[in-house]
């Protein structure tokens, strides 16, 4: 993919081209399709979910999300959100969930953003540059050296390493800028948001997933996720229940099927795979499942 908007079918080539970088997982065995989530969640004690698509597209609500998770709560379900939306504090997105509807506690809302957070409270101390949108700042980044990658050639070069968490704002200059530094010196890239593209209302935008992969590309660097479909994001969700559950009674529900649903294979989750909302939307859904080689264990239009 280019800067330009993608469509869902350039996303999915793209994500095609990246899969030797991503987790290894069994096929499966085959899917079964359902009219909605509501029909396939008795044999499972825990449900995680995406976000953008699958609960909301940008800024807006999907119909009938928020009554459905209350149908689920009222049925005994634990419901968590598992989402590589990093770009916002945590703080700005219970608020943003609470806007569109929706009652989450904060334990059940697990991001990459989290995910990236705890790894670099464990990581020796680096002067990190981050892509990230200036509108919050560097709000949870307080403890580690860090400033914002903007339009400096010297922000760059300074860095001891790079965190791709959040695209807003992110330019073809200021890659390109990255892309010199790290032509220049060998550093540490650290993906918060793993995701290619996200669906948004005018459609699909440009994540850092796609960044950190040109540059994985060009022999720049080799870099290390934080969401999904990477184990730590789903760690850190199942160290939040107690006692955990068994793998096969928790289900994923997502829109990706290289995130979400090979995510959820690679540990042993079940899956269902959203198709309404997402980068999907509009297109052969068996065709993509035979050409990404990942099997949901379910298809439902919405949730």
Same mark, same amino acid.
């Given at each position: 993919?280019?800067?330009?908007?993608?469509?869902?079918?350039?996303?999915?080539?793209?994500?095609?081209?990246?899969?030797?970088?991503?987790?290894?997982?069994?096929?499966?065995?085959?899917?079964?399709?359902?009219?909605?989530?509501?029909?396939?969640?008795?044999?499972?004690?825990?449900?995680?979910?995406?976000?953008?698509?699958?609960?909301?597209?940008?800024?807006?609500?999907?119909?009938?999300?928020?009554?459905?998770?209350?149908?689920?709560?009222?049925?005994?379900?634990?419901?968590?959100?598992?989402?590589?939306?990093?770009?916002?504090?945590?703080?700005?997105?219970?608020?943003?969930?609470?806007?569109?509807?929706?009652?989450?506690?904060?334990?059940?809302?697990?991001?990459? %953003?989290?995910? @990236?957070?705890?790894?670099?409270?464990?990581?020796? +101390? !680096?002067?990190? *540059?981050?892509? /990230?949108?200036? &509108? =919050?700042?560097?709000?949870?980044?307080?403890?580690?050296?860090?400033?914002?990658?903007?339009?400096?050639?010297?922000?760059?070069?300074?860095?001891?390493?790079?965190?791709?968490?959040?695209?807003?704002?992110?330019?073809?200059?200021?890659?390109?800028?990255?892309?010199?530094?790290?032509?220049?010196?060998? %550093?540490?890239? @650290?993906?918060?948001?793993?995701?290619?593209?996200? +669906? !948004?209302?005018? *459609?699909?935008? /440009?994540?850092? &997933? =796609?960044?950190?992969?040109?540059?994985?590309?060009?022999?720049?660097?080799?870099?290390?996720?934080?969401?999904?479909?990477?184990?730590?994001?789903?760690?850190?969700?199942?160290?939040?229940?107690?006692?955990?559950?068994?793998?096969?009674?928790?289900?994923?529900?997502?829109?990706?099927?290289?995130?979400?649903?090979?995510?959820?294979?690679?540990?042993?989750?079940?899956?269902?795979?959203?198709?309404?909302?997402?980068? /999907?939307?509009?297109?052969?859904?068996?065709?993509?499942?035979?050409?990404?080689?990942?099997?949901?264990?379910?298809?439902?239009?919405?949730?």
């Amino acid at each position: 993919m280019t800067g330009a908007p993608p469509s869902g079918r350039t996303a999915f080539d793209a994500y095609v081209a990246v899969r030797h970088r991503l987790p290894e997982a069994p096929l499966g065995g085959g899917f079964g399709h359902a009219p909605d989530l509501g029909a396939i969640a008795d044999p499972f004690d825990v449900i995680l979910f995406d976000a953008y698509g699958v609960l909301n597209v940008g800024e807006t609500p999907i119909l009938g999300a928020a009554a459905r998770i209350a149908e689920l709560r009222d049925r005994g379900k634990r419901i968590m959100v598992v989402s590589n939306s990093a770009g916002y504090p945590k703080r700005a997105m219970m608020q943003r969930f609470e806007r569109l509807g929706f009652d989450f506690a904060p334990d059940e809302v697990v991001t990459s %953003r989290e995910a @990236l957070l705890a790894h670099l409270a464990q990581a020796p +101390p !680096r002067l990190w *540059g981050v892509m /990230l949108g200036v &509108g =919050h700042g560097l709000r949870e980044f307080e403890e580690i050296d860090a400033h914002l990658l903007l339009d400096d050639a010297a922000g760059y070069d300074q860095a001891d390493g790079f965190l791709l968490v959040g695209s807003d704002g992110w330019t073809v200059e200021r890659q390109r800028l990255l892309t010199a530094s790290l032509q220049a010196r060998t %550093r540490p890239v @650290l993906v918060g948001n793993p995701d290619l593209v996200a +669906p !948004r209302e005018t *459609g699909l935008s /440009l994540e850092p &997933g =796609h960044f950190a992969h040109a540059l994985a590309d060009a022999g720049l660097c080799a870099p290390e996720f934080f969401g999904k479909p990477f184990g730590a994001i789903f760690d850190l969700a199942l160290s939040r229940l107690d006692p955990p559950p068994a793998p096969n009674r928790v289900l994923m529900v997502g829109d990706t099927l290289h995130t979400d649903i090979l995510g959820a294979r690679a540990m042993g989750f079940a899956s269902a795979l959203v198709t309404e909302h997402g980068p /999907l939307a509009g297109e052969d859904v068996i065709a993509a499942i035979d050409r990404a080689g990942i099997m949901p264990d379910f298809v439902i239009p919405h949730i």
